[in-house]
């Protein structure tokens, strides 16, 4: 058992890419690259470090296991490609720019200011592009009198792209603004209720969409208003050209809750125009 562990922690801080599936990580890079020569590494690799370790998100989700393993690699000074590609893996499971900055510079104050340096090096190239997409943000927030607020961090792995949440009331009904990045979207989910509940959405700035499960997408504009029943599977987002945001009405019901599922795929988005 001690080795398993200790090939698992190895195996942390190497390069070694993997597929992160809906529940499950799939990971198959140990027999590609090793199954021949270290069979037994490429197994603990394959199928407990990822197969059991990164998958058990249900104690701790992938956003928070790249901020442990970049502190890890980052306190060891260990600054090659493997950060790079665990860098990219943080990134897809929802470290925003403004967040790997603030990470790592706490960091240089207990690692070594060196050891910063050098990951900044490394985690500008990795969000180099957000740069602009900062500059945009910008610009959306100067379109709407609701503020942005900050990265929907409790909620990324049910969002594909960066999504921003700001509560705007929490007095007798609870309101909120959420805005989406270009393609930006939430997966297919369900409010449900045995009485009452449901949600309403009311586009604030810039272009959307709502969909329910077998029904054409419906276009959101500001002062759309869209009325989701409870118990109704659907999903809601940004279109691929424009920033969006819409204020989210919890309406009161009995036994509410919100059920996440699949997400929506490029294909069935890209079908949108």
């Not at 997408?217 to 659907?234: C, F, S, W």
Request: glycine share 8%.
């Amino acid at each position: 058992m001690k080795n398993k562990m200790m090939c698992a922690f190895i195996a942390l801080i190497i390069n070694i890419p993997f597929i992160m599936a809906q529940e499950k990580i799939k990971q198959t890079a140990g027999r590609d690259q090793l199954g021949d020569f270290a069979p037994k590494f490429a197994e603990l690799n394959d199928d407990i470090l990822f197969g059991e370790v990164w998958s058990r998100t249900d104690k701790l989700g992938l956003r928070d296991r790249s901020l442990v393993t970049i502190t890890s690699l980052v306190s060891q000074g260990i600054t090659d490609s493997s950060l790079t590609f665990h860098l990219q893996s943080a990134k897809k499971n929802g470290i925003t720019r403004t967040e790997i900055s603030e990470i790592i510079t706490h960091i240089g104050f207990y690692a070594g200011w060196p050891k910063a340096w050098a990951a900044f090096r490394l985690a500008k190239e990795v969000w180099a592009e957000d740069t602009a997409g900062e500059d945009a943000k910008a610009a959306f927030q100067r379109e709407m009198i609701f503020p942005i607020g900050e990265p929907n961090t409790a909620y990324a792995r049910y969002f594909i792209g960066n999504s921003y949440l700001a509560p705007v009331s929490r007095e007798q009904v609870n309101i909120s603004n959420v805005t989406f990045e270009p393609r930006c979207r939430n997966n297919w989910h369900i409010h449900r209720a045995t009485n009452g509940g449901g949600q309403m959405l009311v586009g604030v700035a810039g272009r959307g969409w709502y969909q329910e499960e077998g029904k054409p997408a419906v276009e959101i504009l500001p002062g759309t208003v869209i009325h989701i029943p409870a118990n109704v599977k659907h999903w809601h987002g940004a279109s691929a050209d424009s920033w969006f945001a819409h204020l989210a009405f919890e309406v009161p019901g009995e036994n509410t809750s919100n059920e996440w599922l699949e997400p929506v795929t490029d294909e069935e988005y890209d079908k949108l125009k």
